[in-house]
C-alpha cells in the first residue's frame, strides 16, 4: 500500500532542519552521549563548547525537529586549508535519535552542513570515516569519497 492510503500502517513523518538556539545545547548534548569524549581539567564542557559555536560565524550548529521535539543534530566547524585550496567544513559531530527515521535524518542534516559549508566558502566538506561498512555505504551515497582516515566531498 501507498503510504497515503487510509490502511497504510506507515506513516510519513515531517522533519525539519534549523540552526541551533542556546536553548537546543542540553537536548543535543543529551543524544550525543558518550560521543562528546571527556574534558581534561580546564577545559570547557561539551555544552559550554556548544553554546559558544552557536554564535561563532565559523561553525554550523544544526538541529532537526520532528514535532518540535529535536531528533538530531549536527555540527560544522570551518577552518582555512592550503591543500584544500581555501576553507574546509568538518562534520565534527552528527547524531540522530533511534526513534527516529535515522537514514533521513542523516541525509537533511548532512546536506544542511554541506550547504552552510557552500554558502560559508568552503570548497570542501569532510567527516570522520565510520568503521561500519553500513555507515561507510551512507556517506558514499551522500556524495562522500574516502580521503585518508577522513571522508570528503566537493560543495559544488
Known sequence: MAPSDPGSTHRLVEYRVRAARITDVDRL???????????????????????????LPHASVLVAERRREIVGGAVLAIRPSVRAGGYVGTI?????????????????????AVRSAANKGCATVEAQQ????????????????????????RTT
Open 29 to 55: 548534548v543529551a543524544l550525543s552521549s558518550g560521543r562528546l569524549g571527556s574534558r581534561a581539567p580546564g577545559q570547557l564542557d561539551a555544552a559550554d563548547v556548544l553554546r559558544q559555536l552557536v554564535f
Open 92 to 112: 565534527d559531530l552528527l547524531v540522530v535519535d533511534a526513534s527516529a527515521e535515522v537514514d533521513v535524518v542523516t541525509e537533511l542534516l548532512v546536506e544542511e
Open 130 to 153: 565510520p568503521d561500519e561498512p553500513a555507515e561507510q555505504a551512507q556517506w558514499a551515497r551522500l556524495g562522500f569519497v574516502p580521503l585518508d582516515t577522513r571522508l570528503a566531498r
